[in-house]
């Protein structure tokens, strides 16, 4: 059984950085596609990023835009999402997730594609 625990968020002012990370147990994460979602009370949780165990990625790119990169640490089993140029819209609770084989890049971005899920950590981009 796979178990995901995310940290790193907190409170930053619009234009700085987080870095999220996605500490894995259980299971190798390179062994699973890894990805990270972000919900806002009231609306559907949302892809914002995925890396698959191949180490090629995948990116909301309608509001990424470059700003933020997903990576991994083998040694330590972690994942990471690098946040550049945080926007006020990015407030969010964010949730990593992994899954199991190699699914196809049109579910990607479908929650349910996911077997395993982190709590979640918040990001708050105020001023």
């Known amino acids: 059984q796979v178990q995901l625990v995310d940290s790193g968020g907190g409170l930053v002012q619009p234009g700085g950085s987080l870095r999220l990370s996605c500490a894995a147990s259980?299971?190798?994460?390179?062994?699973?596609?890894m990805a990270w979602f972000r919900q806002v009370p009231g609306k559907e949780r949302e892809f914002v990023a995925a890396r698959r165990s191949s180490g090629e990625t995948s990116y909301a790119r309608e509001f990424v835009k470059g700003r933020f990169s997903v990576s991994r640490d083998n040694g330590k089993n972690t994942g990471y999402l690098q946040m550049n140029s945080l926007e006020l819209e990015d407030t969010a609770v964010y949730y990593c997730?992994?899954?199991?084989?190699?699914?196809?890049?049109?579910?990607?971005?479908?929650?349910?594609?996911?077997?395993?899920w982190g709590q979640g950590t918040q990001v708050t981009v105020s001023s």
């Open positions: 259980g299971r190798t994460l390179n062994t699973l596609t």
């Open positions: 997730a992994a899954a199991n084989g190699r699914p196809i890049t049109s579910v990607l971005r479908n929650p349910s594609t996911y077997e395993y």
